[in-house]
Each structure stands twice: as structure tokens, then as C-alpha cells.
């Protein structure tokens, strides 16, 4: 069973001895004697995060049953978390037990840190910041067999929410975000058959009861950031503090972002990257770079026959990727990669599923 009491001071460790451990016993510091755990912990005033979401609007009928619209929206996040960009981790943080040229000041692989005592220390804190805005026009149209729709949104989402090179001033990695995609278009469309003799008789029941759906989704890529893995005695680790992730200078941002480009490493040339000052980090801007277009088409074709008459049988032919356009992924930006700049996957090649529901 726990007992609590009241601390006797409001520094730490409020009045209380820390315990001995066996034959390690802990530092000045709090740490453990020729060991260096890696630890982390949360700013003791930290506030939740602030959205602040806008939007406007305006829609008008350009002609019998078509209607174009206008929007505008907008996002603005303050007070978020270091390192909570991270979405598919559940611990956030930045890494603040480090400083630039540890391993120059050193002579050593290992980095010595600000508190000798501990490893990584990864702090969480309300010191990043995000942006969002788009504009949205569309149009849609309704007429007696055909409905329609189709959208375009040219945005831009930013952020500083990731973990960076340096935990210092975070606000100079502001910049496009990871899911960023400046240039959007969607649309749908669906097509009913007419029928076919009324319906009637056998080829009228073969032939009536169609109907035709198709989507697009067509985006500009995602962000690229290169960096390097590499140690500091391997070339890497440009700012010397023991985190092998490390930003090179930039010496043009022109990119080829075609799809030959990046299977055969045009696209990111390494010659392009270059090493800054030893001790120093590089001049690259955040996510500066971009992935390959994305592109996709999908169809299906659906036959409703009357059974009975509250019975119907609907057989679904469904295409997905209908033409067959690779979307490459897995592009390389680590610099100490052999396969840097290559892209090393691609999404779902066309696929065909057929598909039957009997509703009654």
C-alpha cells in the first residue's frame, strides 16, 4: 500500500532522499554512475493546444441545375507539442540533452551531453506552431440521369511540429507539412442507363438497370526532406552532437518530379547535397523537396434487377486504379542511402473486384 506525505521543501526532491541502488549509486546529477539512460518528460505548465478553424463561402446557380461555388478556409495552431507531429507515435518530444560540437569538443564517438548523467532526453513542450489555408472551387450539376461533381483546392498546411535537427528555436524548420499537398482536383460523376424497351422482355431486363460511377483524385506530391543517418566519423552528424540526423546544405531547389526522374535518381541529385561546417547544421530549408504526382481512377458498373417487387438483386463490377497509372512512393532522402533519391514502392497496380447485393 502506498504512503504519501508532504514534501518539507518545493525544490526537488521536496525534502525526500533519493534512493541507493545497488552498488550504482545515483549522481549529483540524479543519474546512475558510468551509465547514461535515455529519459523524458513534460513541461510542468503545459497547456493543451489551440485551434483556431475559419471558413467562408459563397455558391450561385450558373445555369438550370449547375451550381459553382467559392470557399475559403483556414486553420491556425498555437501552443503545440514538440514533436507531436510524429502521428503514428505515441510519445512526442525533442531530444533536449545535446549541443552542437559534443564530439569536436570531446575527441569522442560518444557525446559527452549537457547533463553527463543521462542520454536522450526527450521534453515535451508547447513551443511549435501550424498554419492552414486553402481555396476551394467547384461545381456541381444535377439532370435526369447524370450527377456530377467536381472540386479544386490549392492549399498550403505548415508546421514546425517535428523532431528537428536542433531543439532551439524551432520556428526556423517552419514549413510545408508532411500530408501537404499544394494542388488538388476531385470529381465524381454517375450515369444511369436508360432503359432498354421499357424494360421489358428478356434483353430489356438484361440491358435496363445499368448505371456508371467514376472517381478521380488527382494531387501534386507530398514534402521531401533530405538528410543524412550517417555518423559523425562516417561524414555525417554535421553539427557534432551525437543525433545522426542531420541536414546538408542546399545548393539549388530545382527538382524534376517526374516519375523517370525518380526511378532513375534524377530527381535528387546527391551532388546537389553538400556537408556545412563541421560543428554547424545545413542551410536546407524543411521539406523543400516533392514526391511524384499522384493519380488515380476508379469506375464501376452497376446492374439492379427486380426479383419480385420489393426484392432486387444489384451485380457490382468495380475497377480501382481503372488505368493502371503507377503512383510511385518510398522515395530515398537519406544522403548515406545507396538507393537515395530512388523511389522504392508504388500504390495499388488496377485492380478488378465483382460484387453482389440482394436487398429486400
Same mark, same amino acid.
Request: aromatic letters at 14%; charged letters at 15%.
Given at each position: 500500500?502506498?504512503?504519501?506525505?508532504?514534501?518539507?521543501?518545493?525544490?526537488?526532491?521536496?525534502?525526500?532522499?533519493?534512493?541507493?541502488?545497488? !552498488?550504482?549509486?545515483?549522481?549529483?546529477?540524479?543519474?546512475?554512475?558510468?551509465?547514461?539512460?535515455?529519459?523524458?518528460?513534460?513541461?510542468?505548465?503545459?497547456?493543451?493546444?489551440?485551434?483556431?478553424?475559419?471558413?467562408?463561402?459563397?455558391?450561385?446557380? &450558373?445555369?438550370?441545375?449547375? +451550381?459553382?461555388?467559392?470557399?475559403?478556409?483556414?486553420?491556425?495552431?498555437?501552443?503545440?507539442?514538440?514533436?507531436?507531429?510524429?502521428?503514428?507515435? +505515441?510519445?512526442?518530444?525533442?531530444?533536449?540533452? &545535446?549541443?552542437?560540437?559534443?564530439?569536436?569538443?570531446?575527441?569522442?564517438?560518444?557525446?559527452?551531453?549537457?547533463?553527463?548523467?543521462?542520454?536522450?532526453?526527450?521534453?515535451?513542450?508547447?513551443? /511549435?506552431?501550424?498554419?492552414?489555408?486553402?481555396?476551394?472551387?467547384?461545381?456541381?450539376?444535377?439532370?435526369?440521369?447524370?450527377?456530377?461533381?467536381?472540386?479544386?483546392?490549392?492549399?498550403?498546411?505548415?508546421?514546425?511540429?517535428?523532431?528537428?535537427?536542433?531543439?532551439?528555436?524551432?520556428? /526556423?524548420?517552419?514549413?510545408?507539412?508532411?500530408?501537404?499537398?499544394?494542388?488538388?482536383?476531385?470529381?465524381?460523376?454517375?450515369?444511369?442507363?436508360?432503359?432498354?424497351?421499357?424494360?421489358?422482355?428478356?434483353?430489356?431486363?438484361?440491358?435496363?438497370?445499368?448505371? +456508371?460511377?467514376?472517381?478521380?483524385?488527382?494531387?501534386?506530391?507530398?514534402?521531401?526532406? &533530405?538528410?543524412?543517418?550517417?555518423?559523425?566519423?562516417?561524414?555525417?552528424?554535421?553539427?557534432?552532437?551525437?543525433?545522426?540526423?542531420?541536414?546538408?546544405?542546399?545548393?539549388?531547389?530545382?527538382?524534376?518530379?517526374? /516519375?523517370?526522374?525518380?526511378?532513375?535518381?534524377?530527381?535528387? +541529385?546527391?551532388?546537389?547535397?553538400?556537408?556545412?561546417?563541421?560543428?554547424?547544421?545545413?542551410?536546407?530549408?524543411?521539406?523543400?523537396? /516533392?514526391?511524384? !504526382?499522384?493519380?488515380?481512377?476508379?469506375?464501376?458498373?452497376?446492374?439492379?434487377?427486380?426479383?419480385?417487387?420489393?426484392?432486387?438483386?444489384?451485380?457490382?463490377?468495380?475497377?480501382?486504379?481503372?488505368?493502371?497509372?503507377?503512383?510511385?512512393?518510398?522515395?530515398?532522402?537519406?544522403?548515406?542511402?545507396?538507393?537515395?533519391?530512388?523511389?522504392?514502392?508504388?500504390?495499388?497496380?488496377?485492380?478488378?473486384?465483382?460484387?453482389?447485393?440482394?436487398?429486400?
Amino acid at each position: 500500500m502506498p504512503i504519501f506525505g508532504l514534501g518539507t521543501t518545493n525544490v526537488k526532491p521536496y525534502g525526500y532522499a533519493a534512493p541507493d541502488l545497488p !552498488a550504482r549509486p545515483l549522481t549529483a546529477k540524479g543519474g546512475i554512475e558510468g551509465l547514461q539512460f535515455s529519459i523524458g518528460g513534460i513541461d510542468a505548465n503545459l497547456k493543451s493546444p489551440i485551434a483556431y478553424i475559419y471558413s467562408a463561402g459563397v455558391e450561385r446557380e &450558373v445555369a438550370h441545375n449547375i +451550381v459553382a461555388s467559392l470557399a475559403y478556409s483556414g486553420t491556425r495552431g498555437t501552443d503545440l507539442l514538440s514533436g507531436g507531429g510524429q502521428v503514428y507515435n +505515441v510519445s512526442y518530444g525533442q531530444d533536449i540533452n &545535446v549541443f552542437e560540437g559534443d564530439l569536436i569538443q570531446s575527441g569522442s564517438t560518444s557525446p559527452t551531453r549537457l547533463n553527463t548523467s543521462f542520454g536522450s532526453i526527450y521534453y515535451t513542450q508547447n513551443d /511549435r506552431e501550424s498554419g492552414y489555408n486553402a481555396f476551394i472551387a467547384g461545381i456541381r450539376g444535377r439532370f435526369p440521369r447524370t450527377f456530377f461533381t467536381v472540386y479544386y483546392t490549392h492549399s498550403a498546411s505548415k508546421d514546425d511540429t517535428q523532431v528537428l535537427p536542433t531543439y532551439t528555436n524551432p520556428h /526556423r524548420w517552419y514549413g510545408p507539412s508532411n500530408w501537404d499537398a499544394p494542388d488538388r482536383v476531385s470529381a465524381v460523376v454517375n450515369y444511369e442507363v436508360p432503359k432498354y424497351n421499357n424494360g421489358l422482355g428478356l434483353t430489356g431486363r438484361a440491358l435496363s438497370g445499368w448505371s +456508371v460511377n467514376g472517381t478521380l483524385i488527382a494531387q501534386s506530391g507530398n514534402p521531401l526532406n &533530405v538528410y543524412t543517418s550517417a555518423s559523425f566519423a562516417n561524414g555525417g552528424d554535421y553539427n557534432a552532437d551525437g543525433d545522426n540526423c542531420d541536414f546538408p546544405n542546399v545548393t539549388s531547389y530545382k527538382q524534376d518530379t517526374s /516519375r523517370k526522374a525518380f526511378l532513375n535518381t534524377g530527381s535528387l +541529385v546527391g551532388s546537389n547535397f553538400t556537408a556545412p561546417t563541421l560543428g554547424t547544421d545545413g542551410n536546407e530549408k524543411y521539406n523543400a523537396f /516533392r514526391t511524384p !504526382a499522384f493519380q488515380q481512377w476508379d469506375a464501376s458498373f452497376l446492374k439492379t434487377t427486380a426479383i419480385a417487387e420489393s426484392v432486387n438483386f444489384q451485380l457490382r463490377f468495380e475497377f480501382f486504379n481503372i488505368f493502371n497509372h503507377p503512383n510511385l512512393g518510398g522515395v530515398v532522402t537519406d544522403l548515406s542511402n545507396g538507393n537515395f533519391g530512388k523511389a522504392t514502392s508504388q500504390g495499388p497496380p488496377r485492380f478488378f473486384q465483382l460484387g453482389g447485393n440482394l436487398t429486400f
